[in-house]
């Protein structure tokens, strides 16, 4: 008996360390998508464009990264009319992707026209996904991961192209949203991506659905 007691502490011992490694492992996953499981943000002003623009229009360009390597977005801006692009580029102007279906269209028969440029603006433009398939420009033909190492170094900028402001009327650097929390410039958005982008004006509301292929708007 005092043999069998003896050996009891260390079968204890070694069964906590087998539980500990095999509760690690488990965990590796978990740890390695969490390091990858980023959300970024741009604040948006005419300060930050190039040269600085002297407007009251305000935004928030906002990404989250998806566990199958896409990228969620939601862009919400205040007081600007006519959008007609909202594209993320580099620093001297690349574009990479478009945040808008430009080739977007609203109405029927006679009736349909292009859906930009839009009308006033006070709330959420545009929502949808980055896939490969959008990329553009250096990134063409290759993976949203790219992307994502552009935004990650601070290489990455959202424009908001106006027919007022064809090179842009207000602009923001993507960073991690963790770090661009003091530089927020606009309330945050309503949670949800990918849901309808709603456009305001003093006398009519404008909704427009979104899909990576085509836009609906409707009055």
Do not use: W
Request: no cysteine; glycine share 8%.
């Amino acid at each position: 008996m005092g043999f069998v007691m003896s050996k009891f502490p260390a079968a204890i011992t070694t069964a906590s360390l087998i539980a500990i490694f095999i509760a690690a492992v488990s965990a590796i996953p978990i740890l390695t998508y969490a390091q990858h499981q980023t959300n970024f943000v741009a604040s948006l002003t005419g300060k930050n464009t190039v040269p600085p623009m002297d407007t009251s229009a305000t935004g928030t360009a906002k990404f989250n990264v998806n566990p199958n390597g896409t990228l969620s977005y939601e862009v919400d801006l205040m007081n600007i009319n006519q959008v007609i692009g909202v594209p993320v580029s580099l620093k001297n102007g690349t574009e990479l992707v478009e945040l808008l279906n430009l080739y977007a269209t609203t109405g029927g028969g006679n009736k349909q026209q292009s859906a930009y440029p839009t009308g006033p603006v006070n709330g959420k433009l545009v929502s949808d996904i980055i896939t490969a398939a959008k990329l553009d420009g250096p990134l063409f033909g290759k993976n949203v991961t790219d992307l994502f190492n552009f935004m990650k170094n601070g290489s990455a900028y959202v424009t908001v192209r106006t027919t007022p402001h064809q090179q842009g009327e207000i602009r923001g650097q993507i960073l991690p949203s963790s770090a661009a929390a003091t530089n927020a410039t606009t309330p945050a958005a309503a949670p949800g991506l990918n849901k309808t982008a709603a456009t305001t004006t003093s006398t009519t509301t404008t909704t427009t659905t979104t899909t990576s292929t085509k836009t609906r708007t409707t009055k």
